[in-house]
């Protein structure tokens, strides 16, 4: 059974940085997708990132490109949301998924079978 655990949410102030971590266990880890999905309240769900576990091949929303970094651990099955220069706008719940089941153009528009629990960022002006 496949299993995220994400984590290092919190609350900064506008201009600040965080580093998510999304863990993940029961399955291949080295032949998937693994995408950071975003939600604030009253809006719909957004993906923000991707990488490819395989290739390292990366995808970015245009709203956090140059700010945010995906990357991976592969030694610890984990991939982190590296979180720069961080906006009120950026508030949400952040969450990360993989097992991808409909390819709809972009691995952040794709849907997947298996998400974690979610942490929160809030970034305050």
């Known amino acids: 059974q496949v299993r995220l655990v994400e984590s290092g949410g919190g609350s900064v102030q506008a201009g600040g940085s965080l580093r998510l971590s999304c863990a993940a266990s029961g399955y291949t880890y080295s032949s998937n997708c693994i995408a950071w999905f975003r939600q604030a309240p009253g809006k719909e769900r957004e993906g923000v990132a991707a990488i490819y576990t395989s290739n390292g091949r990366t995808y970015y929303a245009d709203s956090v490109k140059g700010r945010f970094t995906i990357s991976q651990d592969n030694a610890k099955n984990t991939v982190y949301l590296q979180m720069n220069s961080l906006k009120p706008e950026d508030t949400a719940m952040y969450y990360c998924?993989?097992?991808?089941?409909?390819?709809?153009?972009?691995?952040?528009?794709?849907?997947?079978?298996?998400w974690g629990q979610g942490t929160q960022v809030t970034v305050s002006s």
């Open positions: 998924a993989t097992d991808l089941t409909m390819w709809v153009g972009s691995p952040l528009l794709s849907a997947y079978k298996s």
